[in-house]
């Protein structure tokens, strides 16, 4: 029981607070593009953050608050899977699905996030403070996994975004 305590507050209670090193691709229009690694802006000069847990977190220039975020997602009823499970889904191949929100920006410009997505097919596309922030429902897919989730598939008003937080674990 003490085990399940522990895993339940390394996953679900504690955040996930680092300066990141992500990879993102977005699918737009039937294909997906290719991996782009999303640690550094030269339109700022800073690092981008994530703040959050395995059930949702947003993404944001270190330079920011996090208020000021350019991403965000939340799954409703995220549930830690258990050992046995994880391990089913990797032998089978089954990705974790589950609804939630996102919450992201575009402008007067790009007032749709495929229109954001379009101008330059990169995400984050818009940055806050250039327009204002919208809220989506949203699928969820997290990639099977052994200890932590690690790839994310987040399907809202006919785009995907993929994010994959790499190597390192908060």
């Known amino acids: ?3 399940i305590f522990v895993t339940f507050l390394a ?12 990879s993102t691709n ?17 339109t700022k000069q800073s690092w981008y953050q994530i703040y959050g847990n ?6 944001y220039y270190s330079s920011a608050h996090p208020s000021e975020h350019l991403f965000k997602f939340q ?34 410009d790009y007032p749709t996030i495929k229109d954001a997505l379009k101008s330059s097919y990169t995400f984050p596309c818009v940055k806050n403070g250039d ?3 919208k809220t ?22 006919d785009v995907g975004i993929a994010i994959d937080l790499g190597a390192q674990h908060f």
Request: glycine share 6%.
């Open 54 to 59: 395995y059930s949702g977190f947003i993404i």
């Open 131 to 133: 327009g204002y922030k």
């Open 11 to 22: 996953l679900v209670a504690f955040p996930l607070c680092a300066l990141a090193q992500l």
């Open 136 to 157: 989506a429902r949203a699928t969820i897919k997290i990639a099977p996994y052994k200890d932590y989730p690690q790839v994310y598939n987040i399907w809202f008003e």
């Open 75 to 108: 799954i409703d009823s995220y549930r830690t899977p258990s050992k046995e499970e994880r391990k089913n889904h990797r032998k089978n191949n089954i990705w974790y699905e589950y609804t939630g929100i996102v919450e992201y920006s575009v402008n007067s």
């Open 26 to 42: 977005i699918y737009y229009n039937g294909y997906w593009g290719e991996w782009k690694k999303q640690y550094y802006t030269y």
């Open 1 to 3: 029981m003490k085990k």
